[in-house]
């Protein structure tokens, strides 16, 4: 859901009414748009579009980053899965290509701990910049995607965190989630609706959103990350290929600033 801000002059202007009159039109407008970005374009076995790919696909998946939550190293992605048929489905492995080895080496997904410390560094970022000036309601709902599934574990859960690689995680891809967090040791665990924690089930007629921050060095020979290949597997064992927009045209956000210029963003 998409959240807005109001400049204004102090917040001892905000009333009840003015404020149940902006929460049910930010409820509103996240309605209105339920895509993240731009959809999705199927790719057959050679990484070409495919239409005959396209009509074989029982979800509809979108892209867009978040800029609000964005920063020069740390780009938040939120994904819309659409399920336009009469039937759950069911995402069982979700496996992720930046375009290249270098880029799918460089970049790194933060987990655990240092998930948690990302989104309370922006949101009190985000809070600096709007303070006494805005209502920034997208800070609530960061501060609940991410920390909120916090309590379903135990503090010594909690303590860990760090930086999987995608080549981390294709390795493990291989063993269940569950072996996996038994046997090794600080394996990464994705929580709540983050892109990662698979497997994850869409409603017949409606859809789920999930998200990413994506963690990207200071290289200046790094290129911009403008689109992402998905790959994804369904209960069904059937296995689809879609590549993604992570940049939403007309909404440059801070992500990659020193390698992105202005209009880069713009493309996918």
């Not at 859901?1 to 009159?21: D, E, G, N, Q, Y």
Request: with cysteine; glycine share 8%.
């Amino acid at each position: 859901m998409p959240f807005i801000s109001l400049w204004m002059r102090s917040p001892t202007h905000l009333t009840k009414p003015f404020v149940a009159t902006l929460l049910l039109f930010a409820y509103t407008a996240g309605c209105a748009h339920i895509a993240s970005g731009e959809y999705g374009v199927s790719l057959d076995a050679t990484g070409k579009p495919s239409s005959t790919e396209s009509q074989a696909t029982k979800l509809r998946i979108s892209a867009g980053e978040k800029t609000r939550m964005s920063s020069l190293y740390f780009g938040q992605i939120e994904f819309t899965f659409e399920n336009p048929t009469g039937e759950w489905i069911t995402v069982e492995r979700v496996a992720l290509d930046f375009g290249s080895a270098k880029n799918n080496q460089a970049v790194l997904f933060p987990w655990g701990a240092r998930l948690d410390n990302w989104a309370a560094a922006t949101i009190q970022r985000n809070a600096v910049r709007d303070a006494n000036n805005a209502l920034a309601l997208e800070l609530l709902a960061a501060g609940g995607a991410v920390a909120g599934s916090a309590g379903r574990h135990a503090p010594a859960a909690r303590a860990a965190g760090g930086f999987a690689s995608l080549a981390a995680l294709t390795a493990m891809s291989a063993t269940h989630a569950e072996v996996r967090a038994e046997t090794a040791e600080n394996a990464p665990i994705f929580e709540g609706s983050h892109l990662l924690n698979v497997p994850f089930d869409v409603p017949p007629g409606l859809f789920v959103k999930r998200w990413l921050v994506v963690n990207t060095p200071a290289d200046p020979s790094l290129s911009c990350l403008t689109s992402v290949v998905m790959t994804y597997e369904l209960s069904d064992k059937t296995s689809h290929r879609i590549v993604l927009g992570i940049r939403n045209p007309g909404a440059a956000g801070e992500w990659q600033a020193n390698v992105c210029s202005p209009k880069t963003p713009d493309r996918l």
